[in-house]
Structures are given as structure tokens and as C-alpha cells.
């Protein structure tokens, strides 16, 4: 096949081509290099392209095969990894100056459970410093530009992953998600990006943000893939406590089961209850992510679904309470950069402070210097019963919200983003405007809870946009459903 077949194919229709040996796991990973040195030098999603490990592991791969050996789930299929993810001999880096040159030690759970299942890795995707931004211009590595606009952002901070998968220089790829880093990149490069439940993905060798909310999660080219990939990644691991020990279903069954009904009913979401929040219209949107909310809600309802409006009061506040979340847990996490173990060192032998203080101004971004002042101040003394306290207690009502919403309703629906994808360097110099990026995702982030990204159209601008649907806990199955079905009534 020609390097452009290959690189078409989904990630599940890959793994049986490569399977049934139509295509070799080294001609899949050569398809993939190809693309990414061709594209890459104008997108900039990789820091680092792992051209001879990939290539090795391929080899293995059709050794593998040729002696009939059991394969994983994804075997030969090329991915990309976030750098912000652990990988034992490989350089990571977290987007930071700091962990310039770092070579962990061993992998992330999640990288292992990839590399266990077959999965392919073929480079570190570049992505907001620690993953500190929404817009993937806080890299020291340069911003990620988006596969459709060269000059707009990708969305962040998950940037690198969401256009190295938009532009079909991997497979599929993984981010993390804390505040929106999966679902508002995957809605800006018009790709498939999943929120999971607190708990179900191991975060064990993944740099930390803020570990009350940080998750991980699949980017990819459709929903089915997604269900394929969080397969593999799910799970209890003993690296990771806040990881549940519920059991994991066969995602990918629940979603041929869902193709399968839309394929032989006119309905097949008959008897879903789809919620609106009002305060998604009452909030600051653009015309074109209005009406496409309105669209897709008119599809919904053509295939069976119920659509009615509901309220969550609280949601107005994820924001405030985000950024306030955040910063405090990112300035205990980010302590640990000192210069000292690991990563950029400088050479001030004066005093230990005024080393540390070299290391940590050299090293960190304007974007993660700003998140870990105001992280430190909220939890100082004398402040962190009026901030920190006080927006953890918001929290638990933004919790309270969505639990009261799911007694009526098995999914609710959303816009990704406020806006489509906007010039790069245009907000800048104006934080707060990139942060009000995040008022859709924001939510689900604080109260644990599953949501999708589906592409749904593109805008006037001609730039993609996306919609979100959000679960119950542990309802991953019920937004496939809904994100699959809603698919295949596009094509």
C-alpha cells in the first residue's frame, strides 16, 4: 500500500490489515516517519521522533507474526506520546527547558500497557510547558501550529498530540486532561479526544499538574478508536492508589453494538435523555459554535434522542475555581524541579537559594512561573482558607450539580470551545482570555466525570469545530454510544 493508504486507515483498521499481513509493521511505521518528515517542520506537534526505536520495534513486531505468535490489540500501529509522559531511555521533557536532555528510567503504566498491547511509539509530541496553557504556545520548544491554519493555535495543552493526529503523522496519539488538554485541542484540529473518569487511567510516570484532577486519555481518528485505545490503557495499577478498582468493559463491543443498531434503526438512540445546561447559551460563545450546538442537537433528535434543557448553577464558577485548584497543586508538584536530581543545572555556587532561583528562572516558562506564584500565594498563610478552601468547597457543589443532572438525564451535551481556533500570538499578552477556553471542559474536570470531543463541522473560518458530550462516572460507554452513533449519521 502507498504510504497515504496507510496512514488513512483508523487505528483498529490498521492492526487488522497488519494482523492479516496485507501490511508489515515496518511499513506502517515507514508510512508514518514518511509524513512526519514531510509535514512536521511546519507543524512542529514533535519534540522528539523516535526514528530507530520505532523501526526496531517494528521488526519485532513482524518477527513476531511471521512465527505466529499471540499478538496485543494494537500491534504495529504507531502512536504518539504526549512529553509529558515518562519513556524509559527516551528524552522527556515536559515541553520545559528544565527536563532538557532527562531520560527516565523506566516508562509510564501507560506506556507500558501500550507497548504490552503492540502499540508503536514514534515520537514525543510537543505540548505547553507541564501542560500549562490552552493554546500550545507555552513550549520551549516553539508553538504547535494547526494542520488546517498554519497560522492559528492547535489548542492546548495537548497540542502536539491533537495535530499529530489531525495531520496523520501517528495512528492515534495520548494526552493528558486536567482542566480541557485532550477534548479542546482534538475540537480545534478536528479529531476525536476522550476525558476519562478520575481514577480509570493510570497516571503513574506521567508528570503531574494537579493530581486531584489530572487524567489521561486517547486522541484519535474516530470514536471506535478511542474505545480500542482506553481498552488497553484502563485499569487499576498498584503505581497509582487514586487508580479504582472498578472492571472494565469491552468498550470496543459496546460501540459495534452501537454501529450495528444505527445501521438497522432509523432511532438507535431512542430512549437516551441528552441534557442542554442553559448556561452553555448564557455564556460568551462565538455564532458559529451556537448554531453548530443547535445542529447537532437537531441530528440528536432525528436519531431518537431526547433533548431538553437543564441547569447547572454552579458551573459559572469551574473557572475560578480551576484556576485556583490548579496553580496551588502545580506549585507543590513543580517543587521538586530543582536542578539538583535531574534536568537544567546551573553553574551559581554563591548560595543554595540563589542556585535554586538561577535554575528555576532559566528553566521555566513565563506561562508555569505565573501559575506557581499565584498557587503559592493561595496556599500560604492567611490566604488559603479565602481561596483554596473556599473553591474546593465550590467544587463539591459543581459535583453536586452534575450528580443531580444524571437522576434525569444519562449524558449531557456541550460545546467544546467558545471559539474556533484563533491566531497565534493573539492572546498572548492576555491570560485570562485563554483561560475563559477552558469553560466548557473545565467542568467534567472538577467533578471527575467522563466527556468526549466529537468533530462536528467547521466554521465560517473553515476551521473545525467540535462537540462534547459528557457521562455519569464511569458512563465512558454511554458517550461512545451516543459520540459513535452521531458519527456514522455524518458519514
Known amino acids: 500500500m502507498q504510504n497515504l493508504e496507510i496512514t488513512n486507515l483508523s487505528a483498529l483498521e490498521l492492526a487488522e490489515k497488519i494482523r492479516n499481513k496485507e501490511i508489515t509493521a515496518v511499513e506502517a511505521v515507514t508510512a508514518y516517519l514518511n509524513v512526519t518528515e514531510k509535514k512536521d517542520k511546519d507543524i512542529n506537534a514533535f519534540i522528539t521522533v523516535c526514528h530507530k526505536e520505532a523501526l526496531a520495534a517494528a521488526q519485532e513486531i513482524d518477527a513476531k507474526i511471521a ?84 497560522k492559528c493555535v492547535s489548542g492546548g495543552s495537548s497540542s ?138 437537531v441530528n440528536l433528535e432525528k436519531l431518537g434522542a431526547k433533548v431538553s434543557e437543564c441547569s447547572l448553577p454552579y458551573m459559572k464558577y469551574s473557572i475560578p475555581v480551576y484556576y485556583i485548584v490548579v496553580p496551588s497543586e502545580a506549585s507543590a508538584n513543580l517543587e521538586r524541579f530543582d536542578g539538583i536530581r535531574f534536568g537544567l543545572t546551573s553553574d551559581d555556587d554563591s548560595s543554595l537559594i540563589d542556585f535554586y532561583i538561577k535554575n528555576r528562572s532559566k528553566g521555566f516558562g513565563d506561562e508555569v512561573k505565573r501559575r506557581i506564584m499565584i498557587g503559592t500565594y493561595t496556599l500560604s498563610a492567611g490566604y488559603y482558607d479565602a481561596y483554596y478552601k473556599k473553591a474546593m468547597q465550590v467544587r463539591t457543589l459543581i459535583c453536586e450539580d452534575f450528580k443531580k443532572a444524571f437522576t434525569k438525564f444519562d449524558a449531557l451535551i456541550m460545546p467544546t470551545t467558545p471559539n474556533t481556533a484563533w491566531e497565534i500570538g493573539k492572546k498572548l499578552n492576555d491570560p485570562l482570555s485563554e483561560y475563559l477556553e477552558d469553560m466548557f471542559t473545565a467542568p467534567a474536570n472538577l467533578a471527575g466525570l467522563p466527556a468526549i470531543s466529537i468533530p462536528s463541522g467547521f466554521g465560517q473560518n473553515k476551521l473545525p469545530l467540535g462537540i462534547q458530550f459528557i457521562g455519569p462516572q464511569f458512563g465512558e460507554e454511554i458517550v461512545f454510544k451516543i459520540g459513535s452513533v452521531y458519527e456514522l449519521s455524518k458519514s
Open 67 to 150: 512465527k505466529k505468535k499471540k499478538l496485543g490489540l494494537l500491534a504495529g500501529v504507531p502512536y504518539a506520546a504526549k512529553d509529558i509522559f515518562a519513556t524509559a531511555g527516551i528524552e522527556s521533557t515536559g515541553g520545559s527547558r528544565i527536563l532538557k536532555g532527562y531520560k527516565p528510567p523506566a516508562d509510564a503504566t501507560a506506556i507500558a500497557r501500550l507497548k504490552e498491547a503492540g502499540a508503536i511509539l514514534i515520537g514525543k509530541t510537543n505540548c505547553d510547558e507541564f501542560a500549562m496553557g490552552a493554546s500550545g504556545e507555552h513550549s520551549a520548544y516553539g508553538a504547535t501550529k494547526n494542520p488546517h491554519n498554519l
Open 160 to 297: 502536539g498530540s491533537a495535530a499529530a493526529v489531525a495531520a496523520n503523522m501517528c495512528a492515534f496519539a495520548i494526552g493528558t486532561d486536567t482542566g480541557g488538554s485532550i477534548r479542546q485541542p482534538a475540537a480545534l484540529c478536528g479529531v476525536v479526544g476522550l476525558k476519562v473518569t478520575y481514577g480509570r487511567i493510570s497516571r503513574a510516570g506521567v508528570f503531574p499538574l494537579a493530581s486531584s484532577i489530572d487524567t489521561i486519555g486517547p486522541l484519535t481518528k474516530n470514536v471506535c478508536d478511542a474505545a480500542l485505545v482506553l481498552g488497553v490503557l484502563a485499569g487499576q495499577d498498584k503505581y497509582d492508589h487514586t487508580t479504582l478498582a472498578a472492571e472494565v468493559p469491552n468498550y470496543l463491543k459496546s460501540i459495534n453494538k452501537s454501529s450495528a443498531l444505527s445501521e438497522s434503526k432509523k432511532k438507535p438512540l431512542q430512549n437516551i435523555k441528552i441534557g442542554l445546561p442553559k448556561e452553555c447559551f448564557e455564556s460568551k460563545i462565538s455564532a458559529d459554535i451556537r448554531d453548530n450546538v443547535n445542529k447537532v442537537i
